[in-house]
């Protein structure tokens, strides 16, 4: 299954670098959407893109900051991270954030935060 | 904020019927949804439920009771490919996807 990629599937980085999480979908789908997974824990919604626009911050520290030039990319830039941000980034895409839509998950980025 | 409870763990053996059941409590209602995820990969949609009754799968089934805040998901004659994570998620008012926590299943031989 290869209808969203993410790269790189995993980082390691220390407190003071910058990085950025990439993400690709080729569904044809209108809205995507980057989680975070903590072990033991749900999926926390971060960001919702739909038609490129931004349109959900789930309370988001801003040493996370979405790009999203386009419907088919999405991007998590990282800058003076945390070691609790430790955890898998999940990008998914959807059709759209209607009613029934799938979301269809990519494969995630395993970060590790020294 | 949402409340989804499903069990942590379960373990069942290969050939038998394990039943996750999930249940909510969230600001209006726009779905129910099971995933399903290998550990290292991406969560794989399972089902998918907005009316109250059995959506059927081949082996796996999809349960749901609205005024109870209640779902299940039926996995029959087990494998060991089955071992993995179930994630429960249910879509609001706002059309919000909300997870639980993931109930790992383990099948042994």
């Known amino acids: 299954e290869t209808g969203v990629t993410q790269t790189p599937r995993h980082l390691v980085m220390g407190m003071t670098n910058k990085k950025s999480l990439k993400c690709e979908q080729h569904?044809?789908?209108?809205?995507m959407y980057w989680y975070k997974q903590s072990a033991k824990k749900p999926l926390e919604l971060m960001f919702v893109?739909?038609?490129?626009?931004?349109?959900e911050n789930n309370s988001v520290p801003s040493r996370f900051s979405p790009e999203c030039p386009n419907s088919s990319h999405l991007f998590l830039h990282l800058h003076t991270l945390q070691p609790e941000d430790s955890a898998l980034y999940l990008c998914?895409?959807?059709?759209?954030?209607?009613?029934?839509?799938?979301?269809?998950f990519g494969p995630g980025t395993r970060l590790l935060v020294l | 904020g949402q409340n989804i409870d499903q069990p942590t763990e379960m373990t069942a053996t290969e050939g038998a019927i394990v039943q996750i059941n999930c249940t909510y409590q969230?600001?209006?209602?726009?779905?129910l949804f099971w995933y399903q995820q290998h550990a290292g990969e991406a969560p794989t949609f399972l089902s998918y439920?907005?009316?109250?009754g059995l959506e059927e799968k081949g082996r796996f089934s999809s349960f749901l009771s609205r005024s109870k805040g209640y779902s299940y998901l039926l996995l029959k004659e087990l494998q060991m490919k089955d071992s993995a994570s179930y994630l429960c998620?249910?879509?609001?008012?706002?059309?919000?996807?909300?997870f639980g926590a993931g109930t790992t299943v383990t099948v042994r031989a």
């Open positions: 998914a895409s959807s059709q759209s954030r209607g009613d029934q839509e799938t979301q269809y």
């Open positions: 569904l044809g789908h209108n809205a």
């Open positions: 998620a249910v879509r609001d008012s706002d059309y919000k996807l909300s």
């Open positions: 893109y739909n038609f490129k626009e931004q349109t």
């Open positions: 969230t600001s209006g209602f726009n779905g």
């Open positions: 439920n907005v009316l109250d």
